[in-house]
């Protein structure tokens, strides 16, 4: 999913993991998959073993086979979306918009949860449901993100 060199994450087609227009950032939408191995995250087994508890993981079957695709996609979704915004020389705090595509809206809050671990100061935030994301119907959240990054000044 990372592109090795930035840390960014790697499009699943033609397109740019970002843009800049002056101090403005733009970055393409992130779903959780991995372009390399032609997955998609399905759930916490699927997450670094760090990241399960953080996602929500908590040992119990009926909860984390329910909750599981959501919070996981929702983990990945969020760290790809911070080595992003880092290869881009910015952090999370520099995001000032989010616009989140759910297939269900009833999985916001588990990504709620999961995005206040990510933002000290949340950004403003626009909640969409569509009927389809790409590339599979396991994919059930994207995230696209503006920051204000300032360039920095060249040194001679």
């Known amino acids: 999913m990372k592109d090795l060199a930035s840390g960014a994450a790697?499009?699943?087609s033609r397109y740019a993991p970002f843009r800049r227009a002056g101090d403005i950032v733009y970055f393409?939408?992130?779903?959780?998959?991995?372009?390399?191995?032609m997955r998609i995250i399905k759930?916490?087994?699927?997450?670094?073993?760090?990241?399960?508890?953080?996602?929500?993981?908590?040992?119990?079957?009926?909860?984390?086979?329910?909750?599981?695709?959501?919070?996981?996609?929702?983990?990945?979704?969020?760290?790809?979306?911070?080595?992003?915004?880092?290869s881009a020389g910015g952090t999370l705090n520099d995001v000032v918009k989010l616009t989140q595509f759910f297939r269900n809206l009833r999985d916001f809050p588990i990504y709620n949860r999961i995005r206040a671990t990510f933002f000290e100061m949340p950004p403003a935030s626009t909640v969409v449901q569509v009927s389809e994301l790409l590339p599979t119907s396991e994919t059930l959240i994207e995230v696209e993100a503006v920051a204000y990054i300032p360039l920095k000044e060249r040194q001679p």
């Open 28 to 37: 393409s939408g992130i779903i959780a998959a991995d372009p390399a191995s």
């Open 43 to 86: 759930g916490y087994a699927d997450l670094p073993p760090e990241a399960r508890k953080i996602a929500g993981e908590i040992g119990e079957m009926s909860s984390d086979l329910k909750d599981g695709p959501i919070a996981a996609q929702s983990w990945w979704v969020l760290n790809s979306l911070r080595l992003t915004v880092e």
């Open 10 to 12: 790697a499009p699943l």
